[in-house]
């Protein structure tokens, strides 16, 4: 399988920006994807705060199952402050927000003690597509933030004033190295990396590979699946969704962009392909 790569000029750039930035916020709240936050953390944006407080927020809670409910409560053992959402749905605000106040609890109590006081900064960070601004969207209360289904979205610094507080947005950042393939396809499922530079016949056989190993019922209920090699199964989502050309042959790259697209908006039911050991491999326990 050709190997996934990644990390164009912008990002790099990005990532100077945002050290640059970083002095000016109190804390950090990084943005993972709840159906495989190991694969969506970038350890690059750790090692940049330093001892700022960080909250790890698991988005798209929605779309995950009780495996990332696990892994959340795995994050907290390790004494994170982490918490999981669905930006989408007003009722995360004030999860959110709690979240949020824990991570600047200890700042705020010194600037009491000092008779201080001012909004509080936070820099929004996070690889591409994630959902970084429509949660800025929901704690501003209003479309401040672009947002979209492609990742790479968000390309400048922008400051967002809320109620009480401030938001730094910026670009999506990718690690600049992607060694662990395994974590680099989940990324590619999940449309975290721009589908222009990927082989999507590969990223398809192995999404279908994993998927049958950890969600088989998903594919047998939407597909007919019933087992056997990648292709195989491919050939049955190709058959069960008419994509079949002349003389009968099957029209792999609607099925492989079909298949994709069903999983990525959940239509396969709720997932999460990360495990305990992929957080720990990430650095993030």
């Known amino acids: 399988m050709k190997q996934i790569q990644w990390y164009p000029g912008h990002m790099a750039k990005a990532v100077r920006m945002m050290e640059d930035n970083l002095k000016l916020c109190d804390a950090a709240?990084?943005?993972l994807d709840a159906r495989a936050p190991a694969a969506s953390f970038n350890p690059v944006l750790k090692k940049m705060t330093g001892n700022k407080p960080v909250l790890y927020l698991l988005n798209k809670g929605d779309l995950a199952d009780g495996r990332a409910d696990a892994l959340l409560n795995r994050l907290r053992e390790s004494g994170a402050n982490a918490v999981k959402i669905a930006a989408n749905s007003p009722a995360s605000l004030r999860p959110l927000t709690a979240?949020?106040?824990v991570a600047v609890r200890e700042k705020l109590d010194k600037m009491k003690e000092k008779s201080a006081s001012r909004p509080m900064r936070y820099l929004i960070a996070g690889i591409p597509n994630t959902g970084k601004s429509t949660v800025i969207n929901l704690l501003s209360g209003g479309k401040k933030a672009q947002t979209g289904d492609k990742a790479g979205v968000t390309r400048a610094k922008q400051w967002v004033k809320c109620n009480g507080f401030e938001l730094l947005d910026t670009p999506g950042t990718m690690p600049p190295s992607c060694e662990n393939q395994?974590?680099?396809r989940r990324l590619a499922y999940l449309g975290c990396i721009n589908d222009d530079i990927l082989e999507f016949d590969e990223i398809a056989l192995a999404l279908l590979e994993e998927l049958w190993a950890k969600y088989p019922a998903a594919l047998t209920e939407r597909y007919g699946v019933s087992g056997g090699e990648p292709l195989e199964m491919l050939n049955r989502v190709c058959a069960r969704r008419g994509f079949v050309l002349r003389g009968n042959e099957y029209d792999y790259e609607r099925g492989e962009r079909a298949l994709?697209?069903?999983?990525r908006k959940g239509k396969l039911g709720k997932v999460c392909l990360?495990?305990?050991?992929?957080?720990?491999?990430?650095?993030?326990?």
């Open 29 to 31: 709240v990084f943005v």
């Open 99 to 101: 979240a949020m106040n």
């Open 182 to 184: 395994t974590l680099a």
């Open 260 to 263: 994709i697209d069903d999983f």
């Open 274 to 285: 990360d495990s305990a050991e992929d957080l720990a491999a990430a650095g993030l326990v």
